[in-house]
């Protein structure tokens, strides 16, 4: 039986490495548009990277849970680190040498990087009591705060680092002299957009997380979690025995599994293509920051009493209100292009993300146990990546087929769309509990 302190000692050490690699990732994303812009020669190019990490977190997601279910939630936490910090070397040597393809290489091992660096919140809801659990998953997502507050504020000092090392790109080899480089950098302010710098603090900070996540992620979580494991299944196999489908077929599963799915798509959907819409809307490159820093803080800046909340008033009572605040959004955002109403949109659509993902994630650690639960968060989180992606490709259709009005209206029946499933699910786990 291991006291509550070792729990926190653990809780610790993930949010620190969580903390870290968020900031890694987030400082690279800041620039990756542009390197791919440069490198790939197009527009269409830009987004490649972006596109690539989506779906590598998407496809790696489920393996990463067999793995963390087979070897331990320490090496499971190891590999994506490492897979971070392969991916930042990569993308180094890929910007200083003009290697486009090698640039969508390194966007793959970051995105199967964060496949496993998120499985953290299902780590640490099992090591908690249940009463105690969604606040400490809410703490660690909060650990995102971290990385979008200091993230892009990495871009300066590293490229100070990266000229410090000589690694900067007017020091590389033939990118600043490709003919194509060239004519899409007239100006040396151009190329400065092109630094190096983030992926030189993404390689050291990823490396940093993996180095604590090995040395001091002891004892592995997972045998902490067995004094809180609860019976999810009543028949006579063992655990781990049950397959992925018998799984899937429990309410309060598919619950859990819906609340993060809709809610991540909901999210991705008007978030991708608020800062196009303001840009129609001749709003400045200022004013998109700050919309953008305003969802953000729904996102990620409330999490811990976000998770208070949960273990306060219920897992389904919080997933109600999540799918109320973005109904609330997708009315809001689109009555005005004027700055008040899309700031109050877009940071109840990141709250209300918030309040669905962490009621979900809480949900689904109530439900499972042992190798079964990180079993189906890998797939939850493949399928949740997966949605986003295609809520993110899709979002410019439906901008071009009825601007933003139809996007949000989208976004909207997908959140009524929660309520139904929130009242079908629930009746139908109260008949199950019942019989």
């Not at 320490?74 to 990569?90: D, H, I, Q, S």
């Not at 640039?103 to 793959?108: D, I, Y």
């Not at 609330?328 to 004027?338: E, Y």
């Not at 939850?380 to 949605?387: G, K, P, R, T």
Request: proline share 4%.
């Amino acid at each position: 039986m291991y006291p509550l302190r070792v729990s926190h000692r653990l809780l610790v050490t993930m949010f620190v490495s969580q903390s870290l690699f968020s900031a890694a990732q987030i400082s690279i994303i800041t620039l990756h548009s542009i390197a791919a812009g440069i490198l790939g020669g197009s527009d269409a190019a830009a987004g490649l990277p972006t596109t690539m990490v989506t779906f590598a977190h998407s496809i790696m997601a489920y393996f990463m849970g067999i793995i963390m279910g087979r070897y331990g939630r320490r090496m499971g936490l190891c590999t994506a680190y490492a897979l971070g910090f392969a991916g930042a070397v990569l993308g180094l040597f890929a910007v200083l040498n003009g290697i486009f393809s090698l640039l969508l290489v390194s966007s793959a091992g970051m995105g199967m990087a964060r496949a496993g660096s998120q499985m953290s919140r299902f780590v640490v809801g099992e090591i908690y009591p249940i009463d105690k659990r969604a606040q400490m998953i809410g703490r660690i997502v909060f650990a995102g705060t971290i990385g979008a507050i200091f993230g892009p504020g990495l871009v300066e000092p590293s490229s100070q680092l990266a000229r410090f090392l000589s690694l900067e790109i007017a020091s590389g080899p033939p990118l600043l002299q490709a003919p194509l480089v060239q004519s899409l950098l007239p100006s040396a302010a151009s190329a400065e957009e092109l630094t190096t710098g983030p992926w030189v603090i993404a390689s050291f900070l990823s490396g940093i997380s993996f180095l604590i996540t090995f040395f001091l992620l002891r004892p592995e979580p997972a045998t902490v979690a067995e004094q809180y494991s609860e019976p999810h299944i009543e028949d006579d196999k063992p655990k781990a025995a049950h397959r992925l489908a018998e799984l899937l077929r429990l309410p309060n599963v598919q619950l859990a599994i819906l609340s993060m799915v809709i809610c991540q798509t909901v999210m991705s959907v008007l978030m991708t293509i608020t800062p196009w819409h303001m840009h129609l809307e001749d709003h400045s490159n200022a004013m998109v920051s700050l919309v953008i820093a305003a969802h953000v803080l729904g996102m990620f800046g409330l999490s811990p009493l976000t998770g208070y909340l949960i273990d306060r008033y219920g897992r389904v009572t919080m997933m109600v209100i999540a799918a109320l605040t973005l109904i609330a959004s997708t009315i809001i955002s689109p009555l005005s292009a004027q700055m008040p109403y899309l700031i109050a949109g877009l940071f109840l659509l990141g709250l209300g993300w918030n309040f669905g993902y962490v009621a979900g994630s809480s949900m689904l650690a109530d439900a499972l146990s042992g190798a079964e639960r990180t079993r189906v968060a890998g797939f939850n989180d493949m399928l949740v990546a997966f949605c986003a992606g295609l809520g993110t490709l899709s979002s410019g259709a439906l901008f071009g087929l009825g601007g933003f009005i139809f996007v949000s209206a989208g976004g909207g029946v997908l959140a009524l769309l929660l309520l139904a499933l929130i009242r079908t699910l629930t009746l139908r786990q109260l008949a199950l509990r019942a019989a």
